[in-house]
Nanobody
Framework: QGRLVESGGGLVQSGGSLRLSCAAS????????MGWYRQAPGKERELVAR???????DYGDFVLGRFTISRSMTKNTLYLQMNNLKPEDTAVYYC????????WGQGTQVTVSS
């Protein structure tokens, strides 16, 4: 499974959209689940969304239908489509893959201006 590299973060206005990508250096078939987490300054890291090996998804309570997690098994990439972004979504977003061992990406900054 190896290394995870996030991309797609940036600065967006409130109400805007971003799509984050997490590219794995190897096959993602071996992950029991993968997910997106975020950490804002002074706050603990929290779950945004995750997807199991079988495709079951769940989301943090704050998502409220605004975000969608998906994956491409052929591209070995995890995605997070984020719509209707709010200033409180500002954080570093991390990709995680679990395959016995916890794999984390380096994070990508998302900043939402009001």
């Amino acid at each position: 499974q190896g290394r995870l590299v996030e991309s797609g973060g940036g600065l967006v206005q409130s109400g805007g959209s971003l799509r984050l990508s997490c590219a794995a250096s190897g096959s993602i078939f071996g992950f029991s689940h993968m997910g997106w987490y975020r950490q804002a300054p002074g706050k603990e890291r929290e779950l945004v969304a995750r997807i199991s090996g079988g495709g079951t998804t769940d989301y943090g309570d704050f998502v409220l239908g605004r975000f969608t997690i998906s994956r491409s098994m052929t591209k070995n990439t995890l995605y997070l489509q984020m719509n209707n972004l709010k200033p409180e979504d500002t954080a570093v977003y991390y990709c995680r893959g679990v395959a016995g061992y916890d794999y984390w990406g380096q994070g990508t900054q998302v900043t939402v201006s009001s």
